[in-house]
């Protein structure tokens, strides 16, 4: 069974970078099948795609992000990261990594982590 | 790109039917059948309940039904339990090759 899970600092100085780390175990990530994604949740708000990638190197990533994005896996990990650039409040969210089986136009998200919370603060 | 409309909240008691609406556009839900819908409780991770507009998850009950109609798409949930009560979000690709999501609904079950 597939289980993802998250790990990186809880609280970010603004205009610093936020770091993640999606640890993948049950499976392996260096698959042409799937892409592997992330996605973040304001406090009290609702679902934001952040982006994703696959080991054949494709990569997607919000418009509204996509300047300060990046998602790469580490295949001799079985991880994948997301490093965010100059942060500010607004980018306090729950940060969920997840599978997405949909290789072909990347779209759906099974299974998730349980998520990280990550607060932006000095 | 713009976030899915979805209506803020929905009820329903028991044993009825409920249907959470996901209106998009042309470039998103009116194009392709990539539409994907999630279950979510609070301070716990999205479950994915629907895909490609129709399509059930092993393990996800057969209470759950999704369709799609030009820009819209919705879910039914039938036979309603308390236990559905939660957020539900709908999600669809776009033809910029992206992914955008609804703003959420609320299931609260009378």
């Known amino acids: 069974q597939l289980q993802l899970q998250e790990s990186g600092p809880g609280l970010v100085k603004p205009s610093e970078t936020l770091s993640l780390t999606c640890t993948v175990s049950g499976g392996y990530i260096n698959t042409f099948i799937y892409y592997w994604g992330w996605i973040r949740q304001p406090p009290g708000k609702g679902l934001q795609w952040i982006g994703s990638a696959c080991y054949s190197g494709n990569t997607y990533y919000n418009p509204s992000l996509k300047s300060r994005v990046t998602i790469s896996l580490d295949t001799s990990k079985n991880q994948f990261s997301l490093k965010l650039s100059s942060v500010t409040a607004a980018d306090t969210a729950v940060y969920f990594c997840?599978?997405?089986?949909?290789?072909?136009?990347?779209?759906?998200?099974?299974?998730w982590g349980q998520g990280t919370l990550v607060t932006v603060s000095s | 790109q713009s976030a899915l409309t979805q209506p803020a909240s929905v009820s329903g008691s028991p044993g009825q039917s409920i249907t959470i609406s996901c209106t998009g556009t042309s470039s998103d839900i009116g194009t392709y059948n990539y539409v994907s819908w999630y279950q979510q409780y609070p301070g716990k991770a999205p479950k994915l309940m629907i895909y490609d507009v129709s399509n059930r998850p092993s393990g996800v009950s057969n209470r759950f039904s999704g369709s799609k109609s030009a820009n819209t798409a919705s879910l039914t949930i039938s036979g309603l339990q308390s236990e559905d009560e939660g957020d539900y979000y709908c999600s669809s690709y776009t033809s910029s090759s992206t992914v955008v999501f609804g703003g959420g609904t609320k299931l609260t079950v009378l």
């Open positions: 997840a599978r997405v089986p949909s290789g072909y136009d990347p779209n759906w998200f099974d299974p």
